[in-house]
């Protein structure tokens, strides 16, 4: 009884201590589990991953202070912590995750342990991982070049590249499958070979295991023959040319090779020329500037000389109060004109390129004093003027290039010659003044393309003809001087504005002289410049020029003129200067030029002159920056020639 009383008081002893740690936790404290304790995450190709999520659970009665999370092991860099969402502390009872990431490196078996250090008893806390690295795999494959361009009946080697999950790279052109988008416009072999055989666009794709890549192809016309321009042309030393290659292709398109032709010149010592094409003049002479490209060569010729001007070829029929107009093709349509008491009807174009006039049209109506004007539509206005014997005209007709054909467009409201026409920035066109059946008129009407008619607008403050119209850079059409039934002189100084938002005419500041038959520019300052024409004064021709500004509305002085001139043709280069020729002056008819500078403000002579003189000649810009002048009066006889001003580009 004494032992089993007190070894029995020692054994309740020891269970009621038991039962009291298990009351207060003492006894099982800081028991912390995670889960999985062991994962394999099997084989996961070199390159690509795998993820692992792993929960730590706080099974205890009190918060987990978290002190650390890491990888360790000899694969540990293979394994890595993406994210957790374990606090610092986890509170008691609660569990968080952490992901594990298996990206492996290397190919075999990788092996690591992750480990949680706290403040539980049991830390730290492990999970021992595995995987095992296998071979790459590929995930897309690359076709090129692409996307690439050829032209019909050439071929072009395309490559297949395969692209693994561990960033490698194999060459796949002999073993996938190739195929064309449209079998129409290529055919492709085996080994990535595609032979270009019509005119379009095509995918290029490759296949293997699957896995399909893509490049793009388009195929265009073959290039026939190379043109270069301007050609034939001459400059000035110290002035140099750029010339231009243009591709001709199959389909009848054109494309600019100047960057990519090989540029030679035929005589070094006259003109040396870059591989941009810009010519620079060494000596007087000739040469020839030739650009290949694909063993195709193109040619044209280049004169060095004294003078700026240089003959070109003859129209076929000598004109006198003709129009010419570019076209956007670069040529240039000469319509009508006077020659030996009959109207012409037969227009020409003239080309640069080969320095010769065409006929085309014929038009519907021969004309001269008319007025011509290049509508947006690339097609040619031809309104009113005069004809023998019908007199003054109301017709009106359209150039159509595309098909060097002519056909009658809606009448204007009044017949007349001597008027201006002027493109406004909506498409339509202002015609204004000239003289009409009772003599000068102050009708104007616009004509609007797209009805093909023609309205009365205004009407103009001043009836007058051989006047000036200038498109002002506020979309306003600035009206000057001509001749009127105005007093003695019967040559006014008057100018107005119309403005194509009311349609109507309000007065701007006077000429500071009468002028009639003069020309006016718009400068690239936005001003106007006034120049030539007769005047009342003595001698009646304009010896200065004025400056309209439309920010002032007035007229200023431009300074004399070199020569005295009415009835000559004005063109804005493309340097912005103007280039005034021919005319008449009290010395008779005028074959020499000059220049306006609307940087300096001053006119200067142009050495050298025409090959003869041309009163009611016609000028027009060409695309090579160079001046065509056409036919006009030398003072005997009705010109069929034409000159070319180098004006350079």
């Keep these: 009884m004494p032992f ?14 038991l039962l009291l740690l298990c009351l207060d936790g003492s006894l099982f404290a800081d028991v912390v589990s995670v889960s999985p304790v062991k994962a394999d995450l099997g084989g996961v190709p070199w390159g690509l991953n795998k993820n692992l999520q792993v929960t730590l659970a706080n099974d205890t009665h009190k918060p987990l202070s978290i002190s650390s999370i890491s990888m360790t092991g000899d694969s540990s860099t293979d394994f890595a912590v993406q994210y957790t969402t374990c606090p610092a502390t986890l509170d008691a009872g609660q569990s968080c995750a952490l992901g594990v990431l298996f990206s492996p490196t290397s190919l075999g078996l990788k092996t690591a342990t992750l480990a949680v250090v706290d403040d539980a008893n049991n830390s730290p806390q492990k999970v021992k991982l595995s995987g095992t690295g296998i071979a790459p795999v590929l995930i897309s494959v690359a076709v090129s070049p692409s996307p690439v361009s050829i032209v019909v009946g050439q071929t072009q080697q395309f490559a297949a590249t395969g692209n693994y999950s561990n960033g490698s790279t194999q ?31 095509t995918n290029v794709s490759a296949s293997f295991g699957g896995i399909v890549g893509s490049g793009s192809m388009s195929v265009g016309p073959t290039l026939t023959s190379i043109r270069v321009t301007p050609g034939p042309v001459a400059t000035i030393l110290g002035q140099s040319r750029h010339f231009q290659a243009i591709g001709n292709y199959s389909d009848g398109s054109t494309q600019d090779l100047t960057n990519s032709a090989n540029w030679t010149t035929s005589v070094p010592a006259v003109a040396t020329i870059d591989q941009s094409g810009l010519a620079t003049p060494v000596a007087l002479g000739s040469t020839s500037i030739t650009a290949s490209f694909n063993g195709f060569i193109g040619s044209a010729s280049l004169t060095v000389q004294v003078f700026p001007y240089a003959v070109t070829g003859n129209m076929h029929s000598g004109r006198e109060y003709q129009t010419e107009t570019t076209l956007t093709n670069g040529k240039v349509l000469v319509m009508g004109g006077f020659s030996i008491s009959q109207a012409l009807p037969v227009p020409e174009v003239y080309d640069q390129a080969t320095g010769t006039f065409s006929l085309t049209g014929p038009a519907s ?29 109301a017709s009106a007709e359209l150039f159509d290039a595309s098909t060097g054909s002519f056909h009658l467009t809606g009448s204007l409201t009044t017949p007349r010659y001597g008027h201006t026409a002027t493109l406004l920035n909506n498409g339509q066109v202002l015609i204004t003044g000239g003289w009409g059946p009772a003599g000068f008129v102050s009708s104007a009407e616009i004509y609007d393309p797209t009805t093909g008619s023609f309205s009365p607008v205004g009407p103009m403050l001043q009836a007058r003809g051989e006047h000036a119209a200038a498109l002002l850079p506020n979309g306003q059409v600035l009206i000057s001087g001509g001749h009127c039934f105005c007093g003695s002189s019967q040559v006014t ?57 439309p920010a002032t509305g007035l007229f200023t002085s431009a300074g004399p003129m070199v020569t005295p001139r009415t009835q000559q043709t004005a063109t804005l280069l493309g340097n912005g200067n103007v280039f005034i020729v021919g005319g008449t002056g009290n010395g008779g008819n005028i074959a020499t030029g000059e220049l306006y500078d609307s940087t300096s403000g001053q006119f200067t002579a142009v050495p050298g002159s025409m090959s003869r003189s041309r009163e009611f000649a016609a000028s027009a810009l060409l695309p090579s920056g160079d001046v065509l002048i056409t036919g006009g009066f030398d003072g005997n006889v009705v010109s069929i020639t034409a000159d070319i001003y180098a004006a350079g580009n």
């Design 4 to 17: 089993f009383g007190a070894f029995g008081i020692k054994v309740h002893a020891f269970y009621f201590c």
């Design 171 to 201: 060459n796949l052109t002999g073993s996938v499958v190739w195929t064309v988008s449209v079998p129409s416009i290529a055919s492709i072999g085996g080994t990535g070979l595609v032979t270009a055989i019509g005119i379009g666009s």
């Design 365 to 393: 109506t021969d004309r001269f004093l008319h007025t011509a004007t290049l509508l947006p539509n690339g097609q040619v206005l031809l309104a009113a003027g005069a004809s023998v014997p019908a007199g003054l005209l």
């Design 493 to 549: 100084a008057t100018a107005e504005l119309f403005n194509p938002q009311t349609q109507t005419f309000t007065g701007t500041g006077n000429l500071l002289m009468q002028r009639a038959a003069h020309s006016t520019v718009l400068l690239p300052n936005g001003k106007v410049l006034v120049a030539a024409g007769y005047t009342n004064l003595p001698g009646f021709v304009a010896t200065d020029g004025e400056l309209y500004d």
